[in-house]
T-cell receptor
């Protein structure tokens, strides 16, 4: 069964620190993997998108990595800011059909 | 700038009422989606549509129906709202299997 699992479920760090969020998936083969940021009470916004042949993709202070062999992705946030407090959702699109699979998200809290 | 709009940010309805949630996108996308999001469960797909007048059931279609009369508009209908349909409802659109663009969400409370 295709699954996407994220860890940790929640994370608290101090402003200015770095952090890494994990995403493990069993979807195979897959078309692309995306990371979304969702602020409280708002819809998700795309941060990065990677195909199976890409290893890394950056968007400002956000860097996503992908290891297609181990079926793992990570989202690294550098020099965190208070505005980074949000849920981060990993999403995988299978090749076979258009039913994309969402992880349950990691809730990140940045403390001043 | 791409845009997906939803008719209401907050909505309170009574059990048994018929509820319409509307979603409009201005990107000429073929695909549109309705999700609900609940704590600890993440995003779950209710229905999606690949073309006008075309609809497909998602993972949790029970208690919902949809309508896509025009390309830019995708409506979610709760025929008889129940308390377990209290949730955050998110609409999204995409072109083919590309990136999904989400609306701001509608927080529905059914009393």
């Amino acid at each position: 069964k295709n699954q996407v699992e994220q860890s940790p479920q929640s994370l608290i760090i101090l402003e200015g620190k770095n952090c890494t969020l994990q995403c493990n998936y069993t979807v195979s083969p897959f078309s692309n993997l995306r990371w979304y940021k969702q602020d409280t009470g708002r819809g998700p916004v795309s941060l990065t998108i990677m195909t199976f042949s890409e290893n890394t993709k950056s968007n400002g202070r956000y860097t996503a990595t992908l290891d297609a062999d181990t079926k793992q992705s990570s989202l690294h946030i550098t020099a965190s800011q208070l505005s980074d407090s949000a849920s981060y959702i990993c999403v995988v699109s299978p090749n076979r059909d258009d039913k994309i699979i969402f992880g349950k998200g990691t809730r990140l809290h940045i403390l001043p | 700038d791409v845009k997906v709009t939803q008719s209401s940010r907050y909505l309170v309805k009574r059990t048994g009422e018929k509820v319409f949630l509307e979603c409009v996108q201005d990107m000429d996308h073929e695909n549109m989606f309705w999700y609900r999001q609940d704590p600890g469960l993440g995003l779950r797909l209710i229905y999606f549509s690949y073309d006008v007048k075309m609809k497909e059931k998602g993972d949790i279609p029970e208690g919902y129906s949809v309508s896509r009369e025009k390309k830019e508009r995708f409506s979610l209908i709760l025929e008889s709202a129940s308390t377990n349909q209290t949730s955050m409802y998110l609409c999204a659109s995409s072109n083919e299997r590309g990136r999904q663009f989400f609306g701001p969400g509608t927080r529905l409370t059914v009393l």
